[in-house]
């Protein structure tokens, strides 16, 4: 571990999460904002639900996979910027009623979708009561898990209500590719699309069978085909980083010099199936990983001969695990 002379030295000033918080993440993306009217609402919003339920699930409720808190925030922001838009009923030429009403129907949808969705079964049994007694403008049937926004009547729907009573199989599909619709694969299958049309990046998980690589088929196969190029990537125990990088550089050209894009002047949206299959190494990291990880972050990898930087520019990713 460097010692405070040698951080000094290299111009590094280290702030603890435990010392900030997720207020200095809130007002950087309130600052950011498009939508300016909306910051004040969304400001009150967050201090009236965000503290009390970070609390609450951190001392109720157990997660089926530990989220940590910021992250939990920054799900958050991102539903908002990719739902709260005025194609789904939040418009300031509504009048100040409707608009703030949209806001924060949005607004609580994201937060059950985001803070609240990673906790099990039980968890959310525990979440639903006590959002249903800060919040009573939930109807009172079934959870809050199980409503989405209605944005014709400005209220909310159950999600059973988006499922069609005739559905029938089409005749000639293969077995292994009929997928029949229930409730979790519309309500997962709206938030996956919302989110990869906004281009932030999606991860699936949950246990083995319960039908990710099916909901991500499903969003896949509904992408417009002019605007989007698919590249699926089956990950295994034989995986490595090499393997990764030339699967996506096949599906990239050159723009500029060390800068690619997708083929065709499209988007490439890539998933990568089972991504926690690949092996670790001695040092109990998985390099296809590290490598997925150092493009979100940087957004170029190294050329493997030359050792220069490569810049892959207009490609979103889509995990399941």
């Not at 609402?41 to 910021?70: G, H, S």
């Not at 985001?114 to 039980?122: C, G, L, P, Y």
């Not at 729907?157 to 519309?186: C, H």
């Not at 980083?241 to 030339?246: G, K, P």
């Amino acid at each position: 571990v460097a010692s405070p002379a040698t951080v000094s030295r290299c111009g590094m000033v280290y702030m603890d999460y435990s010392d900030l918080g997720y207020r200095p993440y809130v007002d950087s993306w309130l600052q950011k904002r498009q939508d300016k009217r909306s910051v004040d609402p969304l400001r009150r919003l967050v201090d009236k639900y965000v503290p009390n339920l970070l609390e609450f699930k951190r001392l109720n409720c157990k997660e089926m996979v530990p989220v940590a808190e910021i992250n939990s925030i920054t799900s958050l922001c991102t539903l908002i910027d990719s739902l709260a838009t005025p194609e789904n009923g939040v418009n300031p030429s509504d009048g100040d009623e409707v608009y703030l009403r949209m806001l924060e129907v949005w607004f609580l949808f994201s937060l059950i979708w985001s803070i609240a969705a990673s906790v099990d079964e039980t968890g959310r049994k525990k979440i639903d009561a006590y959002i249903r007694e800060i919040e009573g403008q939930f109807p009172a049937k079934d959870s809050v898990y199980e409503y989405q926004v209605d944005v014709r009547n400005k209220g909310w729907i159950m999600w059973e209500e988006q499922l069609r009573s005739g559905w029938r199989y089409p005749a000639n599909a293969p077995f292994y590719k009929i997928m029949v619709p229930t409730v979790d694969t519309v309500r997962y299958d709206f938030l996956v699309h919302a989110l990869i049309s906004t281009g932030r990046p999606v991860l699936m998980t949950g246990p083995v069978g319960t039908g990710k690589t099916s909901v991500a088929t499903n969003v896949l196969q509904k992408l417009d085909a002019t605007k989007y190029n698919v590249l699926v990537i089956n990950m295994s125990a034989q995986t490595t980083s090499n393997n990764v990088q030339e699967i996506i550089e096949s599906r990239v050209e050159k723009r500029t010099k060390g800068v690619f894009v997708p083929i065709g002047g499209k988007n490439l949206l890539t998933f990568l199936d089972d991504l926690n299959m690949p092996a670790k190494d001695t040092f109990g990291s998985q390099p296809p990983l590290e490598l997925i990880r150092q493009w979100m972050d940087y957004g170029f990898w190294y050329d493997r001969v030359k050792q220069v930087p490569k810049t892959v520019k207009g490609m979103f990713l889509m995990a399941a695990t």
